[in-house]
């Protein structure tokens, strides 16, 4: 592996980011990791991987990185995501997504950095007339997360036309779930995804879960989602680096998903098989923006990468997540200390 360059991940100590480390570092990829550790944290990422805390924009920082660490490709996950928030300040988003991955890609064409794994998001779709959803589906964004994330795809697209970098943008559905060997977790404090907030219930650290509606055009009522296991969409961004090295002329956009949905009632019912608890759960009114089902056509991943994903079921997902919670609660604990 000696003559195997160094991949920088941005945003290597948050959820997803830290997950792409260990995959990497599992499959024999030297690692760096910039990140600037507002919603990231230290202890998610490996003692052995060098880490550089500070802003992806920061161009001589990028540029003595790619030197000291001989980058030959960047996995990029920093950014902001919380969805309503980007509703209450667009603007944050427009930097923090849109902004400084322009500069980050200026630096990375700068640099002669050749390839790029961008995180992108089925928000980019918005609510999407058809589904399964597949690449060519019109990505009309309803909220400005996904309208930022949306402007960096169009950004790589036109670059890589242009200079010599190729890149894959993955189309992120619902990521959920922890490291099977409990590495690394969702640890977001305040997080809002349905899973997570399930699994506090479960531990005790919240009273309930609330629905959010109960009357979409579902088989019950819930909103569904297609559950992708983070370990398993990690392994995604590995073989995608893969392909863009074996052809430096083809880029991609595909969807991260398993082409399967669950509804909240599912997920809540696989909680409660795992835990052998009832979790409180409480009906609610709809959440602004939500679509009834939203489901990946995987078919374009599957034809391309020779990606076997291994933790599909929801149980396995649920008991992940939970293992995660219960080590995150020893973490906080040490952490305090
Ligand atoms: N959801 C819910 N209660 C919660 C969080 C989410 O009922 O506390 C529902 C939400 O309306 C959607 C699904 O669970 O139908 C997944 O939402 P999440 O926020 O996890 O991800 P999103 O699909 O919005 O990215």
Redesign the pocket.
């Known amino acids: 592996m000696s003559d195997r360059f160094t991949v920088l991940v941005t945003g290597g100590a948050g959820y997803i980011g830290s997950h792409a480390v260990l995959a990497l570092h599992d499959a024999g990829w030297p690692v760096a990791v910039i990140d600037n550790l507002v919603t990231g944290f230290r202890w998610a990422v490996p003692d052995d991987v060098p880490f550089y805390e500070g802003n992806i924009a920061d161009a001589a920082l990028i540029a003595k990185i790619v030197t000291e660490q001989n980058i030959g490709a960047v996995m990029h996950f920093a950014g902001s995501v919380v ?1 309503p928030e980007s509703v209450e300040n667009p603007l944050k988003y427009y930097d923090n997504n849109s902004a400084r991955s322009r500069s980050l890609i200026e630096a990375v064409i700068a640099n002669k950095v050749p390839h790029f794994i961008f995180s992108s998001t089925a ?1 980019t779709y918005g609510i999407p007339e058809v589904s399964p959803v597949r690449e060519d589906t019109p990505q009309v964004p309803i909220n400005p997360y996904g309208m930022s994330k949306l402007m960096t795809e169009h950004m790589l697209r036109d670059v890589s036309a242009a200079h010599d970098m190729n890149f894959c943008a993955l189309r992120y559905f ?1 990521v959920a779930g922890a490291d099977p060997q409990a590495r690394s977790g969702q640890s977001t404090i305040g997080a ?6 399930a699994v506090e219930a479960a531990l005790g650290k919240r009273d309930s ?5 109960t009357d979409y055009d579902t088989a019950d009522g ?4 297609d559950y992708i296991h983070v370990s398993d969409l990690a392994a995604a961004h590995v073989l995608a680096l893969d392909a863009l090295i074996a052809d430096p002329t083809q880029s991609h956009f595909l969807n991260c998903g398993y082409g399967r949905g669950f509804s ?1 009632l599912e ?1 809540l019912d696989a909680v409660d098989r795992v835990t052998n608890l009832k979790i409180n759960r409480k009906m609610e009114g ?2 602004a923006g ?1 679509p009834d089902s ?1 489901i990946s056509d995987n078919g374009a991943i599957m034809d391309r990468f020779p990606w076997k994903p291994q933790y599909a079921d929801l149980d396995q997902i649920v008991t992940h997540a939970l293992a995660w919670e219960r080590k995150l609660g020893d973490i906080q604990q040490e952490q305090s200390a």
Do not use: P, Q
């Open positions: 969805v928000a619902n809002t995804h349905l899973l997570k907030v879960v609330a629905i959010f509606g819930t909103g569904v989602r909240v997920v709809r959440r939500d939203l």
